[in-house]
Every structure is written in C-alpha cells, then in structure tokens.
C-alpha cells in the first residue's frame, strides 16, 4: 500500500511543479552539502598534511640510513685492503713511492665501485682539530670535483666535524656519520662516514672517511611527497562528489520533502494527500521526524479541531449566562417607582452580581393594601448553583409571605421546605420583614443576615443589632424569632448583604460597616436612589482598581411624613 | 489559606490561616473529605483565620453536619471578627465554640 502511494506521489508532475517553486521561497544561503563536504575537506586537508609530514621524516629516515650503511660497508672494505702497518710509510712517502701509488689505485677501484663520491684518509692538527692534512684522497670518475693531491692542509669544514675527529682520536667511538643535507650548504647533500685507522697499538694513526651523495635520495622523495599529494587531491574530489550524491539522496532530499510539508501545512492548515512518513522513508532520524510531523500535523488538526468546539461550547454557554443574567434581573423588582400611586412610602434597590449571574437579591410586593413585604437576601457562593438555589429561595419566600404568615412563621416555614431538599449543604442569609403601612410599624425576623441600618426622621443611619436566628437551608428544624420596630414617618431603612460590607480593596482591606455608614450619612436626607448611589460610589473608591468580589445588593426604604 | 492538620488517634485538629472564602473553601472540603474517615472528634483552630466568607460558612456547616453522624465537633479560638460573622449569621446556634 505504501509502494502503491510512492509511485502514485512521484507520478504526478503537477504537485512537483508547486513544490519547485515553494522550494524557491524557502531556499537555504548556504546548502547544508557545502558546508558538510566544506568540513570534509577541510578534514581530509588536514590529514594528507600530517601524512606528508610523517612520510617525509620516515622517508628520510630509512633512506639515511641505507646510505650510511653502504658508506660504512665501503670504509670497511677499504680498512680491510688496506695496510695499517705501513701508515706511517705512506705519510713519510711524499704521495710518491710505489706503494703509496698501488694503495691509491686499489682505493680508487673501490671508489668507483661502490659509487661513492669520495674516499679519503686524512690526518687532522691533532692540537685543536681546525685543520686536516690528506694523505690519501679519490675521486668517483663521473664526479666533477678535483682530487686534493699528497700532504694538502685545509681548514676543518665546521665543528661538527672537529668533534668527530676528536672522538675516533680519543678512542670515544669507532666509527662516526656526518649528514649535511640542509639547505643552507653550498655542496649537494651528502653523508661522511667516518673510521679510525688503528696502529699496532690500537691508537688511532689516521681517519679514512667515505663521502656520498644524497641528491638522488632528495629526487626520490620529492616525488613520493608529489605523489601522495596527487593520491590526496584525487581522493579528495572523489569524496567532494560521493559524498554530494550520497548526502544529496539520504539527507538533502528527504529533509526537502519535509521542509516542503511544513510549509505547505503552515499556508494550507490540513492533513496532506500522501502521508510524510510515506514520502520519506529512511530507517534514520530523518525518518523518525517524518514520522513525527506527521503526527504532530494529526494533533494540531484533532486541536484545532477540538478548540472550535471548545470556543462554540463557550459561546453557548455564555449566550445563555447573558439570557440568565436578563432572567435573573427581571426576577426582582427594577422598576422605580414600582408603586407610583403609593405616596406614604418611596423605596429604591439596585442588585450588582460579581459574576454573570448572582447569589444575592432583594423582593418586596405588597401583600395587602397595607402591608409591604421586604426581602434581603445572601446565597452562600456565586455563580450559577447561587443563582439556582436563589431562584427559589426567592419564590419559596414570596409564597409563604402572600400566604399571610408572619415573618418568624415565613422564615421558619421557608427553612424546612429548603433544608428538605438541600443536599449541598447550600444556604441562604434572609432579613425578613412586614411594614403596616398605615401605623409604621415594622416586623422582621433576620435568619443570620446583616444587620439593617435606621434611619429615625431627621437623625442619622445606625446599624440596628437585631436577634439573629441560624441561616435558612442550614440545619432542619430551627425557629426564628421576630421583633418589631415602630417607624416614624421620615424613618428610613437600609438593607444589605455582605457584598457591600465586605467589598475589598487590592490590600485585602475590608469596607466594613463603619465606612457603610459613614457613606449613608453623607446625605442623609437624600431620597433612597441617591443614598444608594452616595454608598456605591464610596465603595468604588474604596476598592479602586480591585474586581468586585462578591454580589453587591442594597435596598434602601424611606417612609414618607405624611404631610408630603 | 493554609490548612495544617494533626490526627491523633480519633481527634482530627485542623489549623486554618488566612482567608477562608470562595477560592479557598473547596481545599478546606477536599481536605475534609479526605480525613473523616475514623474521626470521631473534628477540632477547627481559627485563631489566625482572617476571613470567612459565606463559601467558607458553607465548608463549617457541612463538616458540622457529617460530625454529627460519627462524634463531635468544635471551634476553638475564635478571634473577634470571625465572632461576629458567626453571630450575624446564626453559626453561634449550632456550632460549639470554645
């Protein structure tokens, strides 16, 4: 199957021609070939230098060596023919007696014979070394130097070679080499070999030295260093154009491929016709990050994907929190004046939730002709389960208020409906109360709700410490007690939940109840929308820039003198 | 909010610090509901609580609940501000504070 889509991929001109030009777009400074053959070469330069190096000295070496082994083997030969015994004749002979001339003959046969450029026996100034005497001394014929005649004096070359001579003389060694192959000498390069020639008595009388030269050794390794250079050079255009094929098939390619896909999934965002791994098989990490993109292209499709959901969920949900949110507030009274025909009271409530939909919230409706019911209330928690559980606190409370119950009979009424099908332990804080209209007087019952504010005519707001039963929807079976209030007319009363006494700045402070009360008092006399809103703008200076908290909801009542 | 919590053979003491309220309530009942196992005696040591919220009333109300199925519970240490919540809200009534 996947051969089948192998050649079906590479059977198609048309995707070939798109993928040129997206090549073009993203093609590389420099290709990642160069710089992997730039490496080798440079590797390779690097290797043939140490290898010359190393072959040179190893060359030289050997071959000093074979050339002073002949030029020793030869001094030895012509030790072997010739008379010690008779060195001080030849020395005494003036370079002219029949011997002396025999000797000479027989040392230049060798001479030639063994390809030696010199053959020579001198005897040096044995004060300071600095100057040699010749006693003998032949030539190769086919050298061009001239031979140094019977008894000629010349200085010691240097002094490495008056140590040595010092040393044959001195018995130190029996035998001594000088290579003077540098560059820095006027002659050709050459070795000396040098042997003492002893006397009866083992003292050294004379020294015979073989001189050959080495510029047929220079040729030989000049070549050979050519030649591997040559090998070198060869081997290094052989790599440059092996490797550019093999990196060229198992990298360049396949990587092509995936830089192409890339590209392609960035503009096109869906999964390809033929899978990546296909395109691109190698068994390599090349393979293994195919492999990968093709799965990460997987996931970020299946992310994409799930993401649109997510978003289209959110945007459900949060298109039904705004149609909560417009429930929720048409579930309280919002329209003021909500009795416009009642002149002997004026109220006024405002209800902020910290999220979409809220915990708190505040009722009141006239049971009778002459009773309005008010409602404070607090949902333990915000959000949506609050705003459920407020729902139907709110109705559960209304029901049995338009029932005619007193508040303590509402309250106690309302817990044991709530506590029976309470199983998340929800509850909710209700100050309950009952105006008669016609005499003020007000009776209330407060199931562990904030203490409400009194306002008597002409005085100022004071928090009323009411009895407290336990919250509704807490613990089955708890009673509620109820007290009464006398409300002169010009009395007010504001109710509130722990939002607005609890609302907290960026430092953790508390509102608290003193700066509550503070703000009423700012005017006093102000109708309940403007106490209302003289007590919000003060907590909104209070809390600055900090997010609202907790739900923030007030009511504020206001009995009006009669007169009025 | 910080919870430390002590067993001892039946007798689960849980020392809370800071503010108790909706973000830190569910830890409080995560914690609870976790240890109950075994417990007969459930003490709330309250003295660096700073703040209650009704979220954090709501996590007290529950462990009362469970503890007066399998032993008892208390609150020790209440500091005043903490006090007056429990009264405003009626907690006073069934909670034992010492």
């Known amino acids: 199957m996947n051969e089948l889509n192998n050649i079906t991929a590479e059977g198609k001109p048309v995707e070939a021609n798109k993928n040129t030009t997206e090549r073009k777009k993203n093609k590389p400074k420099v290709s990642i070939i160069f710089k992997s053959i730039l490496g080798i070469v440079a590797l390779l330069i690097v290797f043939s230098i140490i290898v010359s190096i190393i072959g040179f000295r190893n060359f030289t070496g050997a071959l000093l060596e074979q050339y002073a082994d002949g030029a020793f083997r030869t001094a030895n030969t012509a030790i072997m023919e010739f008379d010690v015994s008779k060195i001080e004749d030849y020395a005494a002979s003036g370079g002219t007696t029949k011997e002396y001339l025999s000797a000479l003959e027989s040392m230049e046969l060798l001479c030639n014979s063994s390809g030696s450029t010199f053959i020579y026996v001198i005897r040096p100034d044995r004060s300071d070394y600095k100057h040699i005497t010749f006693l003998f001394s032949t030539i190769n014929k086919n050298s061009d130097y001239t031979r140094y005649e019977f008894g000629f004096v010349r200085d010691t070359t240097n002094e490495d070679y008056m140590e040595k001579y010092r040393r044959l003389y001195e018995g130190e060694s029996d035998q001594e080499l000088v290579i003077r192959d540098k560059g820095y000498i006027e002659t050709d390069p050459h070795i000396t070999a040098m042997v003492p020639i002893k006397d009866a008595g083992g003292k050294t009388a004379a020294i015979l030295c073989v001189q050959r030269q080495m510029d047929n050794m220079v040729h030989v390794r000049n070549t050979y260093i050519g030649k591997i250079l040559f090998v070198m050079i060869a081997l290094m255009i052989l790599v440059i154009i092996v490797q550019s094929i093999y990196l060229h098939h198992v990298f360049l390619r396949p990587v092509t491929k995936i830089t192409e896909e890339a590209s392609r999934f960035s503009h096109e965002n869906d999964l390809p016709e033929q899978k990546l791994s296909d395109a691109v098989r190698n068994n390599d990490e090349i393979g293994v990050l195919a492999c990968s993109i093709d799965h990460m292209e997987e996931r970020i499709i299946k992310y994409v994907d799930d993401l649109t959901k997510v978003t289209a969920e959110k945007e459900r949900i949060s298109t039904e929190l705004n149609l909560a949110t417009k429930i929720q507030a048409s579930m309280l009274p919002s329209i003021f004046p909500p009795f416009p025909n009642r002149t002997e009271f004026d109220i006024y409530a405002s209800m902020d939730p910290a999220k979409e939909v809220g915990g708190d919230f505040y009722d009141f409706f006239l049971v009778d002709d002459d009773h309005l019911c008010l409602v404070m209330a607090d949902v333990s928690g915000k959000g949506v389960p609050a705003a459920l559980f407020m729902m139907a606190s709110k109705i559960i409370l209304a029901n049995y208020a338009k029932m005619g119950k007193s508040p303590s009979e509402i309250l106690t009424a309302a817990n044991a409906t709530i506590c029976s099908s309470n199983r998340e332990d929800m509850f909710v804080t209700v100050w309950l109360g009952i105006l008669e209209i016609s005499t003020g007087r007000l009776t209330a019952a407060n199931a562990g709700h904030e203490y409400p504010v009194l306002m008597k005519p002409d005085g100022k707001f004071e928090l009323y410490k009411d009895k407290h039963g336990f919250v509704i929807g807490g613990m089955a079976g708890m009673k509620y007690k109820e007290y009464t209030i006398d409300m002169k007319p010009g009395s007010k009363l504001f109710l509130y939940t722990d939002g607005v006494s609890e609302a907290t700045d960026s430092e953790n402070q508390l509102f608290g109840t003193e700066r509550m009360i503070a703000a009423l008092n700012q005017k006093s006399d102000g109708s309940p929308q403007e106490i209302l809103q003289n007590v919000r703008s003060s907590i909104d200076t209070f809390v600055k820039n900090a997010e609202q908290f907790d739900d923030l909801t007030m009511l504020c009542l206001e009995l009006k003198e009669k007169d009025k | ?98």
């Open chain 2, 1 to 98: 909010m910080t919870i430390k919590s002590k067993k001892d053979t039946g007798k689960l003491t849980l020392t809370l610090t800071g503010r108790l309220d909706t973000s830190t309530a569910p830890n409080l009942e995560e914690t609870l509901k976790e240890s109950y196992d075994g417990v007969t005696e459930l003490v709330f040591d309250l003295e660096k609580l700073e703040y209650i919220s009704s979220a954090g009333l709501r996590a007290l109300l529950s462990a009362q609940k469970t503890m007066n199925k399998q032993g008892s519970m208390k609150v020790i240490n209440v500091g005043e501000e903490i006090m007056e919540i429990f009264e405003i809200t009626g907690f006073t009534e069934i909670l034992t504070i010492e």
